[in-house]
């Protein structure tokens, strides 16, 4: 079984930056391909990034240009690097994981069978 715990989340003044990181455990964590979405109040998920274990990366619309995701394979980690913020990012983030992803299907949710709890992100204008 694979385990995702989310942190870094906490309150930033729009314009500002925060880091997430998200924490695996599992075997064959390393194999996997990732993702980061989010949910704000009254909102569907949505898509946010994806990294596949070779280190091919997609964004969201929405977030390219100031969102990049990363991984670190040796500490079994994954980022979400977090710049020029804006209130309308405002979200609980959640970190996800399969162990297969079908390109075409990257940005939705039903692809990926691992979700870790969440972290809140609040910007404040």
């Known amino acids: 079984q694979v385990q995702l715990v989310e942190s870094g989340g906490g309150l930033v003044q729009a314009g500002g930056s925060l880091r997430l990181s998200c924490a695996a455990s599992g075997r064959t964590v390393r194999s996997y391909a990732m993702a980061w979405f989010r949910q704000a109040p009254g909102k569907e998920r949505g898509f946010v990034g994806v990294i596949t274990s070779a280190g091919s990366t997609d964004h969201a619309d929405s977030v390219k240009g100031r969102f990049t995701i990363s991984r670190d394979y040796t500490k079994n980690m994954v980022f979400l690097q977090m710049n020029s913020l804006k209130a309308e990012d405002t979200a609980n983030y959640y970190c996800?994981?399969?162990?297969?992803?079908?390109?075409?299907?990257?940005?939705?949710?039903?692809?990926?069978?691992?979700w870790g709890q969440g972290t809140q992100v609040t910007v404040s204008s």
């Open positions: 996800a994981a399969t162990s297969f992803l079908r390109w075409a299907r990257r940005d939705s949710e039903s692809e990926f069978d691992y």
